[in-house]
């Protein structure tokens, strides 16, 4: 079994235990009553910070800034909050925005040494009477053990139990935004991977597919016409712009596609079975994850082989999930290096198994990674499963 990305386990595991501990002490609570007030704390701490979090996903952002700010202003029990990059004040939260233009001067020491700093109502003033903020706390945000900005707490009365909580609230925003860059750049790495997997569409393939319907031009022109519709149309959905993610349906449509186009060239010597379960076509799935394990089963698995060569495409119910199957009688390959094509998803050789592997891994997670039964001269099975609704599948719609 393969190891968990380690930032991506901290992020799961670190939400599933907020998540539990807070419907725990949730229906705890409901059940009978406040049993103390640490009971109250704890729950209202676990519960604030579980909201915050929420927003941090897309990092430092005003909007991100502002709706967390919300819930851990309340956290804090300060007047105002304010959350600051090196450069400006990203978001202000609560009364007395009059203190924002000088929040960047009263920082400048957090982000020059890295530590927590305090000031009172003779650096933190302001012309409005009715104003109530007369201190300040100021912790840094770090990453990479770099300043990246400060949270500010304004108060009436800087304590120091409230030093220590922004300091403790600040430590925890940089981790969120820490995971947050994590998750964004294996997004990117993701996206480029699928940009070059729209590249890799086969140099040869394109080549054969035009060879193909050129000698039927003569020939069968009806034939050619047919075929070059297929070929545009696959090409069309292979090179789209759209979502990450499309229907079981729309995905094997275009394997059809491929296929039509690869039995022009192979002719009797290749053999398709697709045996789809209905209920399961509308299922989403990622874009581009069956073709490329269907591309591999006939390049590398029949290609080569001599004689007759057979597909089996499967889309069967599994309960909660969908299960997708890819089986070819070809020559086979040795299970060891398939298992160093999984392990290195972004080798330039592997770049279509390898790259639906880790697209799957990373929306569903690690147990609904390819599955690849496999031996010299024994063929080749690759299977995955899906599930029928994830969150994070109809959120990106």
């Not at 990373?362 to 031996?375: F, K, N, R, S």
Request: glycine letters at 8%; a negative charge; aromatic letters at 6%.
């Amino acid at each position: 079994m393969r190891s968990f990305d380690v930032p991506t386990a901290i992020v799961v595991a670190g939400a599933f235990l907020l998540i539990l501990l807070a419907g725990w002490l949730q229906r705890r609570l409901r059940r009978r009553g406040f049993i103390s007030a640490v009971d109250h704390a704890t729950y209202e701490t676990l519960h604030r910070a579980s909201l915050a979090g929420r927003h941090l996903t897309e990092g430092l952002t005003p909007e991100a800034g502002t709706k967390a700010g919300k819930h851990l202003l309340a956290l804090l029990g300060a007047r105002a909050l304010a959350i600051s990059d090196t450069g400006e004040v990203v978001s202000w939260v609560g009364p007395g925005e009059q203190h924002r233009r000088s929040t960047m001067a009263l920082i400048a020491p957090t982000l020059t040494s890295g530590r927590t700093a305090v000031a009172d109502y003779r650096v933190v003033h302001c012309s409005d009477p009715n104003c109530l903020i007369e201190a300040a706390v100021s912790a840094p945000l770090v990453s990479d053990e770099r300043v990246i900005g400060a949270i500010t707490a304004y108060t009436d009365h800087a304590s120091a139990g409230l030093a220590r909580a922004t300091e403790e609230v600040a430590q925890w925003f940089s981790a969120q935004l820490e995971l947050a860059e994590v998750g964004r750049d294996r997004s990117r790495m993701m996206e480029a991977e699928l940009r070059a997997l729209r590249a890799q569409i086969s140099p040869h393939f394109i080549y054969n597919s035009l060879a193909a319907i050129a000698s039927f031009v003569r020939t069968d022109p009806d034939r050619a016409r047919e075929l070059l519709l297929e070929f545009a149309d696959f090409t069309r959905y292979a090179l789209r712009r759209g979502g990450a993610f499309t229907t079981l349906q729309e995905e094997l449509r275009n394997v059809e596609r491929y296929l039509v186009l690869e039995q022009a060239r192979f002719g009797e010597r290749l053999q398709v079975s697709l045996l789809v379960a209905p209920e399961v076509l509308p299922v989403k799935v990622p874009y581009l994850v069956i073709q490329p394990l269907v591309e591999n089963a006939v390049r590398h698995g029949l290609a080569t082989k001599e004689g007759i060569g057979h597909v089996v495409i499967t889309a069967t119910d599994r309960g909660h999930d969908a299960q997708i199957g890819i089986e070819d009688d070809g020559v086979g390959n040795d299970p060891e290096r398939i298992r160093d094509v999984l392990d290195n998803a972004h080798a330039s050789d592997s770049i279509g198994l390898g790259n639906v592997d880790a697209r799957l891994r990373q929306v569903y997670g690690d147990e609904y990674g390819l599955v690849v039964e496999t031996a010299p001269g024994a063929g080749t099975k690759v299977s995955f499963r899906v599930p029928k609704f994830a969150p994070a599948v109809h959120d990106a719609d």
